[in-house]
């Protein structure tokens, strides 16, 4: 099978699990897995009403008549282990082991890190953002290692954040770059195990206009981008099963910068050069 088929094979016939399906980029992502052709939708949500809405409507024909995907909408809090665990068994009891999990949902909160609420703040975040993906991976990923009838997919959602210090990001930071290094570590080893059919792709945007970021300013030559064109990279280099993806392309010119420059050095040219340390000064969030 060549790259190019491998890519067209990957959702056709596929079971998709997205977590934060109900809105946002995980609305999109589902909508996309229909379009392509899934044979199932998972969608983890803690908003049941707007997942339930997102199934009725992702489930009906398509514009050739023919059936719908198989979508249902899982309650589910991923920050608490145990309900991670039972979700996993009723996805797996009604529409089967996934083929393609994308680690979508994760909270934000800006502020100073001694203003942060331990529990409310610092470990939930942590929980959300970094262990529920985890837990997620844990649960599906021997079926996906034993099962190479298909190519299985794992996309992570991280942020730019997880590759750059900033100030009133060091709970939200923390726990992207915890994602980054668990992710990039999860490829080397299913790589080195040899279970080739398995990609883990990483995405790493900017801010991006779902409302998450409200009040952030993008950095020097940094837009804030529309979710529709952050989808379509991170699902383009999942398909491809590219290791990390990022966006816009001056996340990897300050990675590069910061790589080459001096601590103290690094920290002028990102305040005072690309505004990088002022972008969340006006933050407010979703609310």
Same mark, same amino acid.
């Given at each position: ?156 959602? +991280?942020? #730019?954040? @997880?590759? *750059?210090?900033? !100030?009133? /990001? ?7 770059? %915890?994602?980054? $290094? ?31 970021? +409200?009040? #952030?300013? @993008?950095? *020097?030559?940094? !837009?804030? /981008? ?7 990279? %991170?699902?383009? $280099? ?31 040219? +990102? ?17």
């Amino acid at each position: 099978m060549t790259k190019k088929s491998a890519q067209q094979a990957v959702i056709p016939g596929s079971t998709v699990l997205i977590t934060g399906a109900a809105r946002g980029m995980g609305e999109l992502y589902a909508r996309r897995a229909a379009r392509e052709g899934a044979r199932a939708i998972a969608l983890w949500d803690v908003d049941e009403e707007r997942a339930e809405a997102l199934a009725t409507e992702l489930r009906r024909p398509g514009r050739g008549g023919g059936p719908g995907p198989d979508v249902r909408a899982f309650v589910v809090d991923i920050s608490d282990r145990a309900a991670v665990a039972a979700a996993a068994a009723r996805t797996r009891a009604e529409l089967g082991e996934p083929d393609v999990v994308v680690n979508n949902a994760g909270i934000v909160r800006g502020a100073l890190f001694w203003e942060h609420d331990q529990e409310r703040d610092i470990e939930l975040t942590m929980r959300i953002n970094a262990l529920a993906p985890m837990w997620i991976a844990r649960e599906f990923l021997p079926a996906m290692i034993s099962d190479r009838s298909r190519p299985k997919r794992l996309l992570n959602i +991280a942020s #730019a954040a @997880g590759t *750059l210090a900033n !100030p009133r /990001m060091s709970v939200y930071a923390s726990s992207k770059w %915890a994602m980054i $290094g668990w992710a990039e570590s999860l490829r080397l080893e299913l790589a080195r195990e040899g279970h080739s059919h398995i990609a883990v792709t990483t995405f790493c945007p900017s801010f991006i206009s779902t409302g998450m970021f +409200a009040g #952030a300013r @993008g950095p *020097l030559l940094t !837009p804030i /981008m529309k979710p529709e064109y952050a989808v379509r990279a %991170a699902w383009g $280099g999942m398909l491809k099963g590219t290791p990390l993806v990022l966006r816009p392309w001056t996340v990897k010119l300050a990675m590069i910068v910061r790589g080459i420059l001096p601590t103290r050095a690094w920290d002028v040219v +990102a305040d005072r050069v690309f505004n990088v340390y002022a972008s969340m000064d006006k933050f407010t969030g979703r609310g």
